[in-house]
């Protein structure tokens, strides 16, 4: 079965960066598309990026330029590392195993202004 266990997130002010890590156990992760989603209180969930187990990287308008996913193989970790921070990145991040279908547990990103 596989696990995805999230570190990183917290609070930042309006600008910084952060690095949110989620790392897999289980023989698949070598080769599964990851990705992440968001969630703001009241709000229904958001996609944020996607790499494939090749490493092509896809994200969402809003995100594009500032965010970047990234993967390390050898570590079993996929990576989001935010930039440029904004108050309406505030929410909580969750990684995603998209074949399996397995999620993280979360990881809060508050951004103040």
């Known amino acids: 079965q596989v696990q995805l266990v999230q570190s990183g997130g917290g609070l930042v002010q309006a600008g910084g960066s952060l690095r949110l890590s989620c790392a897999a156990s289980?023989?698949?992760?070598?080769?599964?598309?990851m990705d992440w989603y968001r969630q703001a209180p009241g709000k229904q969930r958001e996609w944020v990026a996607q790499?494939?187990?090749?490493?092509?990287?896809n994200y969402a308008a809003s995100v594009r330029g500032r965010f970047t996913i990234s993967r390390d193989s050898a570590k079993s970790t996929v990576y989001l590392q935010m930039n440029s921070l904004k108050p309406e990145d505030t929410a909580v991040y969750y990684c995603?195993?998209?074949?399996?279908?397995?999620w993280g547990q979360g990881t809060q990103v508050t951004v103040s202004s």
């Open positions: 289980g023989s698949t992760f070598s080769f599964d598309a």
């Open positions: 995603h195993d998209i074949p399996e279908g397995y």
């Open positions: 790499i494939s187990g090749a490493g092509n990287t």
